[in-house]
């Protein structure tokens, strides 16, 4: 059985509009909280998996751009010492124009990424089994308590996790 934490990552891990005033738009922009980074080395030494999940609704409205998106979230691994086993981005938005960019199960408060990455990590680490008892997942946002509750997952507000760091 191997523990697996989620976090959100804008406001969480990383600065997000809140602090910097504007969305994080790309790999310049990504600005990591050292509490946040001391918290997911000591969940990786202590064998947990850790994924990042992350709305990022700009790339279905036309204000962010996939690849600026994806590079940011790379960033954010490296500013981490690639201590993410996988980080799941949702590109949707519920009042975009393109109706395949407006629905989705992947959008937080959804479940979809958490039930992607679990996929995707039993696919490479054959045999690890991640029971919901072993799981958290913290985050900022009323949403990301909402997608921990519909996932049947401990929840921690990012300022309390990001408190414990030593």
């Not at 990786?44 to 990022?56: E, H, P």
């Not at 790379?74 to 010492?81: A, D, F, L, P, S």
Request: with cysteine; proline share 7%.
């Amino acid at each position: 059985m191997t523990p697996l934490l989620f976090t959100d990552l804008d406001g969480t891990v990383r600065q997000g509009k809140d602090d910097l005033g504007r969305f994080v738009h790309g790999p310049e922009d990504v600005i990591v909280y050292p509490e946040a980074a001391q918290r997911l080395y000591s969940a990786k030494q202590v064998g947990m998996r850790i994924v990042g999940v992350t709305n990022q609704g700009g790339i279905a409205l036309g204000y962010a751009n996939a690849g600026l998106i994806d590079a940011a979230n790379k960033m954010t691994n490296e500013k981490v010492g690639g201590l993410f086993d996988i980080i799941e981005t949702c590109p949707h938005h519920p009042d975009a124009e393109d109706p395949e960019m407006g629905r989705c199960f992947c959008r937080k408060p959804k479940i979809g990424m958490l039930v992607q990455a679990v996929l995707k990590l039993r696919a490479v680490n054959p045999g690890e089994y991640y029971p919901p008892e072993l799981m958290l997942f913290v985050g900022d946002r009323p949403e990301d308590k909402v997608c921990a509750d519909s996932a049947g997952i401990r929840f921690q507000d990012a300022a309390e996790w990001r408190a414990k760091a030593t």
